[in-house]
């Protein structure tokens, strides 16, 4: 087995002869973000070849098995591969709900089949995925959901609608909860698998006060999804929902995760501003490591099955306050010029538009007045 100095030195001299020049650079906007997908776009043709050069070596996913599209490495190798990357400024090579959220899930609850059918794919960046768990009226009540799925022999036939579907009009599959069994609540759900692309299908994209639109309303009519497709035990997908949702938290409270050379954030601090935004620079940066090293204790944990349940709560709380106090510190910084919308040189408003789409975080992936109650219950031990 190969030493960590040696692991280190390989990684070390593989990212900088592979990770192009252009990819050492901050993501400036959404669209500067590699997606992958059946109809990838790319605003530079270097994030296909740093994906590709990435996925190539499992390293999209550098913890999941080799025979699933992973680099197999173990977690010390892990992390030393997220310090090279960080050391070289390397840019994620894929954003990918795949990744985030469904790969875990389907690591612990899915056949062999659709670990070998999907997973592969989702570390090459050949599909893209999105989430179907919110509905008009089951948001915060995630389990009052109506979405159904009806026994039709070798099929199930889904009917019903989603809401805040996260770039459902650009996913080409979605992983969905429908109810199976409407005389019971989270015992009647159900997590199901398919294809976008299927007949009955469609979607319409909610336009933001940022201008833009991530979210979408998603319909299913009659929509034939095969059995093959039910991830986990019929009836039972509440179990496989609250799995996901923990590591949809820690995707989410990663947001917060700043500081590092080349954050526009301490650049402008670098640059001078005056003194008291300054100090509020310095004191966001001391929060944002605290919590960047309580995130790498968390992970480890959440790796090793020893975290607390309640844990994601807290950290997408956390995460989602620091990301929004980011944003307004980075409008602070850049004055009035930062409000300009509709210009090359503003990159098209994409500091406010960033700071708009702030104002989401503290509703996706549940409202921080639910991870606040799961935090007082689960962990602080007061009555309901």
């Known amino acids: 087995m190969m030493s960590d100095e040696s692991f280190r030195a390989e990684t070390r001299a593989w990212l900088e002869a592979n990770c192009p020049e252009s990819m050492r650079q901050p993501v400036r906007s959404d669209k500067d973000a590699t997606w992958g997908g059946r ?53 994620n090579p894929l954003n990918s709900f795949g990744i985030s959220m469904l790969g875990p899930a389907l690591l612990k609850y899915g056949t062999e089949e659709q670990k070998l059918e999907h997973l592969p794919k989702i570390a090459r960046g050949e599909i893209r995925w999105c989430q179907g768990y919110s509905e008009p009226n089951a948001g915060s009540d995630l389990a009052g959901l109506q979405t159904s799925a009806d026994d039709a022999g070798d099929h199930f ?88 949702l923990g590591h949809e938290r820690e995707m989410i409270s990663g947001f917060g995760l700043g500081g590092s050379a080349g954050d526009p954030l301490i650049e402008a601090a670098r640059k001078g501003v005056d003194p008291l935004l300054r100090a509020q620079i310095a004191l966001f ?8 090293a309580m995130s790498e204790k968390f992970i480890d944990e959440l790796k090793a099955g020893k975290a607390h349940p309640a844990q994601p709560s807290m950290m997408k709380y956390y995460g989602t306050e ?18 300009e919308w509709e210009s090359e040189a503003s990159r098209h408003g994409a500091a406010p538009r960033a700071w708009l789409r702030t104002k989401a975080n503290s509703i996706e992936g549940g409202t921080s007045e639910i991870q606040l109650n799961i935090i007082a219950k689960r962990i602080l031990d007061l009555p309901s």
């Not at 990301?323 to 010029?337: C, Q, T, V």
């Open 285 to 292: 940066d001391v929060r944002s490591k605290a919590f960047s």
């Open 157 to 244: 036939v889904v009917n019903g609608q989603k809401v805040w579907t996260s770039y459902a009009d650009e996913a080409d599959w979605i992983f969905c909860l429908v109810r199976t069994d409407k005389t019971t609540k989270q015992a009647g759900i159900s997590f199901l698998l398919f294809d976008m692309a299927s007949e009955g299908v469609s979607t319409k994209p909610i336009l933001l006060i940022s201008g833009y639109s991530p979210f979408c309303e998603t319909f299913f009519d009659n929509v034939k999804v095969p059995k093959a497709n039910l991830l986990g035990t019929l009836n039972k997908g509440w179990d496989v929902a609250k799995f996901l």
């Open 322 to 339: 620091l990301n929004k106090s980011r944003h307004e510190l980075l409008m602070a910084a850049g004055g009035s010029d930062e409000l």
């Open 39 to 91: 109809n990838p776009t790319y605003a530079h043709p270097d994030q296909k070849l740093w994906m590709d050069r990435m996925g190539a070596r499992g390293w999209t996913v550098p913890d999941w098995p080799a025979a699933y599209g992973g680099g197999g490495l173990t977690a010390a190798e892990t992390k030393i591969l997220r310090e090279e990357m960080a050391r070289l400024k390397c840019r």
